[in-house]
Nanobody, 115 residues
Framework: QVQVVESGGGLVQPGGSLRLSCALS????????MGWYRQAPGKQRELVAT???????NAADSVKGRFTISRDNAKNTVYLQMNSLKPEDTAVYYC?????????WGQGTQVTDSS
């Protein structure tokens, strides 16, 4: 059974940092492109960042220079380091695993501005 489990969300002050983690189990992690997406209240889900199986990364303009995506194939985990957080970063953050034929989504983790 394939599972995608996010963790690391919480309350954070503007300018603060959080690191989100996403663990993929039940399948071969290393072949998947991993991605982080977010959905704020009343808005559509949007791409935050992706990392391919070879380590190439892509990030939305709104988070470039602040957020960094990385992966550890030995731990079957992808990370999203979020720095200099802004109130507009408040959202539910979702992780997904994508191959040429399959997409798996996690349940999401909430990141909330505490101001």
């Amino acid at each position: 059974q394939v599972q995608v489990v996010e963790s690391g969300g919480g309350l954070v002050q503007p300018g603060g940092s959080l690191r989100l983690s996403c663990a993929l189990s039940g399948t071969l992690f290393s072949i998947y492109t991993m991605g982080w997406y977010r959905q704020a209240p009343g808005k559509q889900r949007e791409l935050v960042a992706t990392i391919t199986s070879s380590g190439s990364t892509n990030a939305a303009d709104s988070v470039k220079g602040r957020f960094t995506i990385s992966r550890d194939n030995a731990k079957n985990t992808v990370y999203l380091q979020m720095n200099s957080l802004k109130p507009e970063d408040t959202a539910v953050y979702y992780c997904n695993a994508r191959s040429s034929t399959l997409i798996w989504w996690g349940q999401g983790t909430q990141v909330t501005d505490s101001s």
